[in-house]
């Protein structure tokens, strides 16, 4: 499991995990264009790709931004979000397995 770490004073991530999705939110605390933008990079690298349903974004009013990610592409969107430097941190978590 991918362990990430992320400024908490510019925006506030959540993740609700699915059967073969996995839902982030975004919540920004202010307006934030130069994260948009970042947004808008992440978007076109997986559009370019042949997969259409890997990754989805939607904008939502009030500074909330929201992926759907395909369970086989979250750690290539986590990586995404660090490469563009909207994560300051990543590492792998160890599992429990008893």
């Known amino acids: 499991m991918l362990k990430y770490i992320y400024d908490k004073e510019r925006y506030t991530i959540t993740e609700n995990r699915h059967d073969k999705d996995i839902e982030i939110r975004f919540k ?23 997969v259409h349903t890997d990754v989805l974004y939607y904008p939502h009013r009030n500074q909330d931004y929201q992926w759907i990610i395909r369970n086989d592409y979250y750690t290539d969107f986590i990586l995404a979000l660090f490469k563009y430097r909207l994560l300051e941190s990543v590492s792998w978590e160890a599992e429990n397995k008893r």
């Open 28 to 50: 920004l605390n202010e307006p934030d264009d130069s994260v948009v933008q970042r947004f808008r990079l992440i978007r076109d690298y997986f559009d370019r790709n042949e």
